[in-house]
């Protein structure tokens, strides 16, 4: 079993930044895939950003070049990093994991919200 918790989110103005956090336990957090979807109200859960045990990264057409993926498997924890908000990345961000041989996972969500 494996339990993701976040943290991080909240309130910030345009143009503003914030970092968000997801901290795996109940597993070998380094084979894995790590990901970060966004659902904003009315909307479709969708893709922020993704990145692999080996390292490769891939970030969505909307956030490319604001936002930023990586991981610490020494701490089990992967980070967003949102540079240069925007009102339309208001969301409840959930963090994901695939875990080898165990299966996926969801963190409970952060709100974000950019106010303009």
């Known amino acids: 079993q494996v339990q993701l918790v976040e943290s991080g989110g909240g309130l910030v103005q345009a143009g503003g930044s914030l970092r968000l956090s997801c901290t795996a336990s109940?597993?070998?957090?380094?084979?894995?895939?790590m990901a970060w979807y966004r659902q904003a109200p009315g909307k479709q859960r969708e893709l922020v950003a993704v990145i692999t045990s080996g390292g490769s990264i891939n970030y969505a057409d909307s956030v490319k070049g604001r936002f930023s993926i990586s991981r610490d498997n020494a701490k089990n924890t992967v980070y967003l990093q949102m540079n240069s908000l925007k009102p339309e990345d208001t969301a409840v961000y959930y963090c994901?994991?695939?875990?080898?041989?165990?299966?996926?996972?969801w963190g409970q969500g952060s709100q974000v919200t950019v106010s303009s």
């Open positions: 109940g597993s070998i957090f380094s084979r894995n895939t």
């Open positions: 994901w994991g695939s875990y080898s041989g165990s299966g996926t996972y």
